[in-house]
């Protein structure tokens, strides 16, 4: 079972990159590494997903080094609106796709 | 088109009572799992199915937690002789292939437990 380190909490500024950097150091070959967003009163929101080198949507960006034990979700100029929990997770499905405590990134004028 | 939907969005039940959660997911959607999720704490799985199979339940923290899916597209989340520490968001979420990385979530129910 993949366990997934990131901060709890994080602040920045309306027009800033943000940058959320979650640690697995025991992810598994066959594990994709997946972003969620939750606001309050709402169910997550899938943002992105990957396994290696970096994706881009457009809504975010993924970097994952080689070793894989690490990956940095990037937020490209952040509104007030983009204040929100941030989860990072490892896994596929069931009891092996665990949510965590997530990052709370409070973006502020 | 629509998403997932669950009913009802508010539930207070008194200790002891049984309740029973709805959800539906997006039509098409073969995978659809529950999660409990606590105040300020994230999402915890509680049981998975593809179609009508319940292929994962080891979420369920006791044999009171009761899940189906009788035709593969409704599901229905259980609860029996509700207790305080059940009170908590129940989310649920479907996706589209068995590799469910892409989890589309209902809203959640609140229950709250008196």
Redesign the interface.
């Known amino acids: 079972l993949a366990k997934t380190t990131q901060p709890i909490s994080m602040d920045s500024y309306e027009g800033q990159e943000v940058n959320i950097t979650c640690s697995h150091n025991n992810i598994a070959t066959n594990d994709?590494i997946?972003w969620y967003q939750q606001f309050p009163?709402?169910?997550?929101?899938?943002i992105i997903?990957g396994y290696k080198t970096k994706v881009t949507n457009e809504v975010a960006s993924l970097f994952i080094p080689a070793d894989r034990k690490s990956s940095t979700l990037s937020l490209p100029r952040v509104s007030l609106s983009d204040t929100a929990?941030y989860?990072c997770l490892v896994g596929?499905?069931?009891?092996n796709?665990?949510?965590?405590?997530?990052t709370r990134l409070s973006v502020l004028p | 088109g629509a998403g997932v939907s669950q009913s009802p969005r508010y539930k207070v039940a008194k200790r002891g009572q049984d309740v029973a959660l709805r959800c539906d997911p997006i039509s098409g959607h073969v995978s659809l799992f529950w999660y409990q999720q606590a105040l300020g704490q994230g999402p915890e799985f509680l049981t998975y199915f593809q179609n009508e199979a319940q292929l994962d339940k080891s979420g369920l923290p006791s044999d009171r937690f009761f899940a189906e899916r009788p035709e593969g597209s409704v599901s229905t989340l259980k609860i029996q002789r509700t207790q305080q520490e059940d009170s908590a968001v129940y989310l649920c979420a479907s996706s589209s292939d068995r590799g469910p990385y892409e989890q589309y979530f209902g809203p959640g129910t609140r229950l709250t437990v008196t």
């Open positions: 994709y997946t009163s709402q169910g997550p929101r899938f997903q929990v989860y596929d499905y069931g009891q796709f665990v949510f965590g405590p997530g």
